[in-house]
């Protein structure tokens, strides 16, 4: 499997935009990359995913660079609700197994 | 729509039991996988069922085993419990599509082998 590499945490202020980084500089043409979520004592839960174009959902973006080998997720103004641990994840064609790496650790200040 | 269930929601074991973990996929799905949450590692997959037939394995060994019913609610029996099967154990379910399936994930069993 493709492998992500992401900062162990980050700070954000509450009501700011959060950038959150992730490099696979060994992606495969075929590998959507996705991002998920996991909010304190639940399960993880999706954010977005895209294959080469930037993508917008109500959550958040997803900016990928041109050549593929990192990306980032956009969230435009965080609050509270938003303090989790972000995790990106290279899913290839048709495979839905998610390889979990330990993610980025997101606290929001208030 | 109702979401993704487990039962039940806390577990305690002691070593060598067995125990069965319960997971009702979202409606309309017919893919279920499971994975294990060691405290403060990511989840690692374990299994996945799509259509009652096990389709995809991690790392884990043959004590770890999994049914898929009709109507795609799935089990996860642990055998011969070990202190280190101590985690939360996720179940995810999603609808095969093809490319970039989302999986929708339930809030786990935590199960604690004593």
């Known amino acids: 499997d493709a492998k992500t590499t992401q900062p162990n945490s980050m700070e954000s202020n509450e009501e700011e935009p959060v950038h959150l980084p992730c490099n696979h500089s060994?992606?495969?043409?075929?590998?959507?990359i996705h991002w998920y979520r996991q909010l304190p004592s639940q399960g993880p839960e999706y954010v977005i995913h895209?294959?080469?174009s930037n993508v917008n959902n109500r959550m958040a973006s997803l900016a990928i660079a041109e050549d593929r080998k990192s990306s980032t997720l956009i969230l435009h103004r965080a609050t509270l609700r938003d303090a989790a641990v972000y995790y990106c994840i290279l899913g290839g064609f048709g495979n839905e197994k998610l390889t979990f790496g330990t993610g980025t650790r997101l606290t929001i200040i208030p | 729509e109702t979401g993704v269930t487990q039962s039940p929601t806390h577990l305690i074991k002691t070593r060598g039991q067995q125990v069965t973990l319960r997971c009702s996929s979202q409606?309309?799905?017919?893919?279920v996988s499971w994975y294990q949450q060691a405290l403060g590692q990511g989840p690692q997959f374990i299994f996945q069922?799509?259509?009652?037939?096990?389709?995809g394995r991690g790392n884990f060994p043959p004590r770890f085993s999994g049914l898929q019913f009709p109507n795609y609610s799935s089990e996860l029996n642990v055998n011969a419990l070990e202190l280190d099967d101590s985690a939360l154990y996720l179940c995810?379910?999603?609808?095969?599509?093809?490319?970039?399936?989302?999986?929708?994930f339930g809030p786990g069993t935590r199960l604690t082998v004593l």
């Open positions: 995810a379910s999603s609808l095969w599509q093809g490319v970039g399936d989302t999986q929708y």
């Open positions: 060994t992606i495969s043409g075929t590998d959507y």
């Open positions: 895209g294959l080469t």
């Open positions: 069922y799509y259509r009652e037939e096990e389709n």
């Open positions: 409606s309309g799905h017919n893919t």
